[in-house]
C-alpha cells in the first residue's frame, strides 16, 4: 500500500491549498479481481476509505470503489456468495453512483462546494483525484473537510495579521453603516479612536472631524447607499477625498493629521451589501507637498536675486554685496552679544543705508528684506531668526556669483556675449565681486551711486530732479569713500523726499519744474569738504519741533538745523521704506563724527537747505576701517 | 440610445456631442437651457442626460427635478463644476445618477458616457 505522505511533497511545507497536495491512497487493484480480494485488503486496512480498480477495456482507466459501497453491497442477501466470486468493477457497475472525479489542481474551497453539492446518501463518500495517465488516488472527504477547516483558520490568521499590521487603514460598513468587525488597527492610530466596531461610522467620523466635515460625511455616507447613483460618477463629491483630523501628540499639543478617505460600494445580486472604506495618512505626501511648494517660492525668489543681480549696475554690486554679507556677520554677532535695537545704532544705521543702496541698485528683494529687519532693528531683544531670510538671499547671491565666475573662467568673452544678457551681466558681476575698489575709480562711481539714488527715489515720488555736481576730489581714502557713501545717499535721498517739492507745487510758486540737488567735492587745508544742497522748500520749523518734542512756538526751542540732528525725529508722516522711522540724520552725523568729521546745516525756508560735512584727509588715531 | 446633451455653453454641448459618437448612441439632442431641455425630453424620452447645473432661465437642478417627474429611468450626469457640496446633495435628491466635475479630459468624459450607459442598461 502506497499513501502519498504529504511530508515528501515538495510544497508540502506550506498549508495545503489544492486537493493534490492532501494526503491520499492509491491501493489499486486490477478490476478481475474477486470481490473477496478486495474484502481481504479493506480487512486489513480498514482506514482505506476505498480502493481504485484498474479497468483494461473500460471506458475510463481508473474506477473508484469505496469502502462504504463494497460493504453495502456485500451485506445484501448472497452478497459475498455473489460478489465474493465475480470480478469487483462489477461492484462498481452495480454501483448507483460513481465517485466523484476530480483533478489535482483544483483547490479545497471548490473541491468541497462541489462534494457538498452531493446527495444526502453519497455525502461522505471519497474523492478520486485523477491523474490522469498517471493514475488515480482516493481521498477522504473528512480529510477533505479538516483541510477546509485548517485553511479557513489559517486565513483568518492571516487577515488578523494582515489587519493588525497594514499601514491601510481598512474596515467594512454593512448596509446600515455600522462598523463591522475586524477593521485594520492602523484605523484606530489614524482617527484617534479606539474599539468602534458596531458603531454607526458617521457617529466615529464625527467624534474626529470638524462639524462641518462630519455634516458633508454623513450626507455622503447616505449617498453611498442610494442604489439610484453610479458608483465611480459619485467619487468627485467625496467630500472626504482629504480632511483634516486634529489629535493630541504625546507631548500634548495638537496635531494635525490629512486623511484620504475612498468608498467602494460592494454588491450581491446587484444589490448593495457592504461598503468598503480605505483609509490612507496623507500627512507625510501633505508635509512633503508643502516643503515643495516652499523650495519652489525659495526657487523662484532665487530666479528673482538673480535676476536683480544680473541687472544691477556691475559697477557697484559687488561692493554692495560685501557689505551686506559684512553687516549679517556684525549683525549676529551683536544678536549674540545682547546689543541689539536701541543700543545698537551703528547696526540700525548701517541696515538704513544698505536699504537704500538696494534701492538704488533696483535689489528690491534685498530692499524688502532689509525694511523688514529694520522694524525688527527697534525691538529691545534680537533672536538669530530674524536673519534668516537675509542670509537666504545672501547664500542665493554667493552661490549665484560662484555660478558666474565659473561662466566667467569657461567661456570666452565672445561666448559670453551671444549668452543671455543677464548670464553675461552675471559674470561681470562675479569678476568683480569681493573687489572693493570700483573699476571707474572712486569719484565716478560716487557720483554714479548718487545719481541713481535720486534718480530711483524721485521716480517713486513723483518728483522731477537734476544733480549738479561741483569740484572733485582727488585723494579718497577707503574709509571715506565708505562714510560719504553712506552718509551723501542718505542726504540725497532725505533731499528728494523732504526737500525737493512736487512739479506742481514748485510751480505755483514760482521755481522751475525741476529741481536741484547740488553735490560739491572739495579737498582743502587737509580737509574734505562736501556740500549738498536742495533747491526745494527748506526745513519746516513747526513740524521738526513738534517732531523733537517742543511746542511749535517754543522761543527756547533749538534751530531746525539743530532739530533735525535729533535721535528719533521724523517729519515723515508714514513709515515707507524710505523714511518715517527716525532714523536717518542722527546716524548721519554720528557717522561723520565717528570718521572724526563735522556737519553743519544752512536753510531758508521755502528756498534750499544745505548739509556741509567736513572730513580730515587723514584719519583720527582711533578709526578702525571695519570694511 | 438616444442622448440629451443640456449646456448653455456651446463649446461644451459640441465636445459632449462629439465623444458620444459610440455605437450605443443612435440620437443626440442639444439643448442650451433647463427649459428647451424639458421640451425636448418631452418630444424624444432620451434614455441618457448630461445636465449642466448653472444655466439661464431653468437652471439644471429645476431642470432635473421635471425630467425626473416625466420619466424615472432616464439617467441624468452632472456635468458642472462642482464647487458646493449642498448643490450634489440637491442634485442627487431631485434624481442625478452621477457627477463629472468641469474642467474635464475628453478620457473623463468617455469614461462617464460609458459608465452612464452601462447604469442605463441595467449592467
Not at chain 1, 549674540?336 to 538704513?352: E, F, P, S
Not at chain 1, 525691538?379 to 545672501?394: I, S, Y
Not at chain 1, 555660478?403 to 556675449?417: N, V, W
Request: aromatic share 6%; glycine share 8%; with cysteine.
Amino acid at each position: 500500500m502506497n499513501q502519498n505522505d504529504s511530508s515528501h511533497l515538495p510544497i508540502a511545507r506550506k498549508t495545503a491549498t489544492l486537493i493534490g497536495e492532501l494526503r491520499a491512497y492509491d491501493v489499486m487493484l486490477d478490476g478481475e479481481v474477486e470481490g473477496r480480494v478486495v474484502a481481504e485488503t479493506f480487512h486489513q486496512n480498514p482506514e482505506l476509505p476505498g480502493v481504485i480498480l484498474h479497468l483494461q477495456n473500460g471506458e475510463v482507466p481508473y474506477v473508484g470503489l469505496s469502502q462504504r459501497e463494497f460493504l453495502r453491497q456485500m451485506t445484501r442477501p448472497f452478497g459475498p456468495e455473489v460478489f465474493g466470486r465475480r470480478p469487483a468493477r462489477l461492484m462498481v457497475e452495480e454501483s448507483e453512483s460513481r465517485l466523484i472525479a476530480l483533478s489535482p489542481e483544483m483547490d479545497i474551497e471548490s473541491a468541497t462546494a462541489v462534494c457538498l453539492r452531493r446527495d444526502a446518501t453519497n455525502l461522505y463518500e471519497p474523492v478520486l483525484i485523477d491523474y490522469g495517465a498517471h493514475g488515480a488516488r482516493l481521498l477522504d472527504f473528512q480529510t477533505l473537510l479538516m483541510s477546509l477547516s485548517r485553511l479557513a483558520e489559517l486565513r483568518a490568521r492571516q487577515m488578523e495579521t494582515i489587519l493588525e499590521t497594514v499601514p491601510s487603514g481598512l474596515l467594512l460598513l454593512d448596509r446600515n453603516l455600522r462598523v463591522l468587525p475586524g477593521y485594520s488597527r492602523s484605523v484606530e492610530a489614524m482617527l484617534g479612536v479606539r474599539d468602534f466596531k458596531d458603531y454607526l461610522f458617521a457617529d466615529v467620523l464625527a467624534g474626529c472631524l470638524d462639524s462641518e466635515s462630519a455634516r458633508k460625511a454623513c450626507d455622503y455616507l447616505q449617498v453611498l447607499v442610494n442604489p439610484g447613483l453610479i458608483d465611480r460618477l459619485i467619487q468627485s463629491i467625496n467630500p472626504l477625498h482629504r480632511v483634516t483630523v486634529k489629535q493630541p501628540s504625546l507631548t500634548g499639543e495638537t496635531i494635525d493629521r490629512y486623511l484620504a478617505f475612498q468608498f467602494q460600494r460592494i454588491r450581491q445580486a446587484g444589490k448593495i451589501r457592504q461598503i468598503l472604506v480605505t483609509v490612507e495618512d496623507q500627512t507625510r505626501e501633505v508635509q512633503l507637498q508643502r516643503a515643495s511648494e516652499e523650495a519652489s517660492q525659495r526657487a523662484e525668489q532665487r530666479f528673482r536675486v538673480l535676476t536683480q543681480l544680473a541687472g544691477a549696475d556691475t559697477k557697484h554690486l559687488p561692493l554692495f554685496l560685501s557689505g551686506f554679507q559684512l553687516f549679517l556677520h556684525d549683525a549676529e554677532q551683536a544678536i549674540q552679544q545682547g546689543v541689539w535695537g536701541a543700543d545698537n545704532v551703528a547696526l540700525r544705521r548701517r541696515c538704513h543705508a544698505l536699504k537704500g543702496e538696494a534701492a538704488t541698485l533696483g535689489l528690491t528683494v534685498f530692499r524688502g528684506a532689509l525694511h523688514s529687519l529694520e522694524d525688527r532693528l527697534v525691538q529691545p531683544e534680537g533672536n538669530l531668526t530674524f536673519l534668516v531670510p537675509l542670509q537666504a538671499l545672501n547664500e542665493t547671491a554667493q552661490d549665484l556669483l560662484r555660478l558666474g565666475r565659473r561662466f566667467a573662467q569657461s567661456m570666452k568673452m565672445e561666448q559670453m556675449d551671444e549668452m543671455a544678457p543677464d548670464l553675461a551681466a552675471l559674470s561681470d558681476v562675479a569678476q568683480g565681486a569681493g573687489v572693493v575698489e570700483p573699476k571707474v575709480g572712486p569719484e565716478q562711481a560716487f557720483r554714479k551711486m548718487l545719481e541713481d539714488v535720486v534718480k530711483e527715489t524721485a521716480n517713486r515720488f513723483s518728483k522731477e530732479v537734476k544733480m549738479v555736481f561741483d569740484g572733485g576730489f582727488h585723494q579718497l581714502k577707503e574709509s571715506h569713500y565708505f562714510v560719504l557713501r553712506e552718509v551723501c545717499q542718505q542726504l540725497c535721498r532725505n533731499a528728494v523726499i523732504h526737500g525737493i517739492e512736487p512739479p506742481d507745487r514748485r510751480l505755483a510758486v514760482g521755481k522751475p519744474r525741476v529741481g536741484v540737488i547740488q553735490v560739491a567735492l572739495r579737498s582743502h587745508d587737509g580737509l574734505i569738504e562736501v556740500i549738498v544742497q536742495d533747491d526745494g522748500a527748506g526745513l519746516n520749523e513747526r513740524v521738526l519741533r513738534e517732531a523733537a518734542g517742543y511746542a511749535a512756538d517754543d522761543p527756547d526751542a533749538p534751530d531746525a538745523g539743530e532739530l533735525i540732528f535729533g535721535v528719533g525725529v521724523s517729519t515723515a508722516s508714514e513709515i515707507s521704506e524710505d523714511a518715517g522711522r527716525g532714523v536717518g540724520l542722527d546716524q548721519v552725523r554720528a557717522r561723520i563724527i565717528e570718521a572724526g568729521g563735522t556737519i553743519a546745516t544752512h536753510h531758508e525756508s521755502g528756498r534750499f537747505c544745505a548739509f556741509q560735512i567736513l572730513l580730515p584727509v587723514e584719519s583720527p588715531a582711533h578709526e578702525t576701517v571695519n570694511r | 440610445m438616444k442622448l440629451l446633451i443640456v449646456d448653455d455653453s456651446m463649446v461644451v454641448r459640441e465636445t459632449i456631442e462629439r465623444t458620444a459618437h459610440r455605437p450605443e448612441i443612435d440620437e443626440i439632442y442639444l439643448a442650451e437651457n433647463g427649459l428647451c431641455a424639458v421640451e425636448l425630453f418631452k418630444q424624444h424620452y432620451p434614455d441618457l442626460v448630461t445636465m449642466d447645473l448653472t444655466m439661464p432661465g431653468l437652471d439644471g437642478l429645476d431642470c432635473i427635478e421635471q425630467i425626473r417627474a416625466l420619466d424615472e429611468s432616464a439617467a441624468i450626469l452632472v456635468v458642472s463644476a462642482i464647487n458646493s457640496h449642498d448643490t450634489a446633495m440637491t442634485a442627487i435628491a431631485r434624481g442625478a445618477c452621477g457627477f463629472l466635475t468641469k474642467p474635464f479630459t475628453v478620457a473623463e468624459l468617455n469614461e462617464a458616457l460609458g459608465e452612464l450607459i452601462a447604469f442605463r442598461k441595467g449592467e
